[in-house]
């Protein structure tokens, strides 16, 4: 099994960045999907979250600006990130969950200036 996040990077405040996660080895479109982030010094919170029915749910911080996104041909699950601020700033995780098992990604940095 393994996620592969990617497209992270610098960004200055009030840019877009989109984040995706390639999945293998797991049944992708039975999987929940999940982005969580955690910032220095802080703990891993959940951002978005997307059911196999593609039902959303968004963190209070990011709702209105973040969408997730999923893509079952490709077994890709995707961050739309726009107005990016300073406090959105940290490591970011995919997340696949099926019958309770999590699966993780490795984790993609991103980091807003002001």
């Known amino acids: 099994v393994q996620l592969q996040a990617s497209g992270g990077g610098v960004a200055q405040a009030g840019d877009a960045l989109r984040l995706s996660c390639a999945a293998s080895g797991i049944i992708f479109r039975l999987n929940a999907l999940a982005w969580f982030r955690q910032a220095p010094g802080k703990q891993r919170e959940l951002v978005a979250s997307?059911?196999?029915?593609?039902?959303?749910n968004y963190a209070d911080s990011v709702a209105g600006r973040f969408t997730i996104s999923r893509d079952d041909t490709m077994n890709t699950v995707y961050l739309q990130m726009n107005s990016l601020k300073p406090e959105d700033t940290a490591v970011y995780y995919c997340?696949?969950?099926?019958?309770?098992?999590?699966?993780w990604g490795q984790g993609t940095l991103v980091t807003v200036s002001s």
């Open positions: 997340n696949a969950r099926r019958f309770g098992l999590d699966r």
């Open positions: 997307i059911t196999s029915g593609g039902s959303t």
